[in-house]
């Protein structure tokens, strides 16, 4: 049996003799409600069997001749599949006309509005990690303050940083001695405390500590009160996000116009074993980092690695990092 391949070429219409193919392709409810879901949310099959009520074979199953037919795109994480819609498909009228019959289908049967709970419960493997304490963390040279508070001189702004998932606190040790204030963010309570005590005893006086999501309204108006900030700090929480498009987003907003944002995360990994430190995603590509920027509306966006000899002993401490700079531009 000859193997049917469908092929969507954007700049060209597709060619006439395959639009059979096409129509008879997009002629089944449930590959229009898949169609319709991937464009508006990039989704986890598993996600999508559940949004459809299918199972996980079932859905892979009406997946896999969209992909061939190169409607959808799809990224790993680990073990998990992620599926969009592929860039520029819709301008083809006949992917456009299946795009408004799915998601009719969608907003009929409520299959949308489950989109933003199912993206929730992303989230809901990192809420329970960090509400519970966890023993201490290995501290930095104990000098490391003062060798910091001697560099700071050399940094042209650094009148305000927010520290965006503060935990523990260990951001603070390099942030505080360098900024005049620092607004540290977490929503939980039980890593405020701990960064409490960091606080406590290094004397870190200009901090304050401020328990918030990133994108309350309460803590928009706190940085807004400073003017926003010279730099916002984000570390190891991208890949905790459930929408880390969307997280950095939000970061870049906390900053002033020309203000930086700095995100710490590791570069694409394949270790699995890091889902037990409730990590919703193995890690980014410094490609996917500089769209998510792109998308955010920051400029000047670079990503610069760090190799694992860098980055200590702890559970992903053999993991590869990477530094997203990036800059809110000036009006």
Known sequence: MRMLVYVL?????VAMEARWRLYRLL???VRLRLLALA???ELAIGELAELLGESQPNVSRHLKPLRTARLLAVRKQGTRVFVRLAEGVAEDPVVADALVAGRRLCSEDGTFERIAEVVRARDEPARAFFATARGPRPSWPS???AYLSALAPLVPYRRFAVDVGTGHGAMLSVVAPIFDRVLAVDREATQLEQAKERMTRYAYDNVELFQAEL???GLVDRVSAYGGADAVFASRLLHHAPRPGRALRLLGELARPGGFVLVVDYAAHQDERLRAEADTWLGFGADELLAFATSAGLCE??????PAARCGDGPDGHLDWQVLAARRPQP
């Open 9 to 13: 070429a954007v700049d060209a219409p």
């Open 27 to 29: 002629g089944e409810p």
């Open 39 to 41: 464009s508006v949310e």
């Open 143 to 145: 000098e490391l303050g």
């Open 215 to 217: 994108g309350d309204e």
């Open 301 to 306: 966006a670079r990503v610069l690695p760090i």
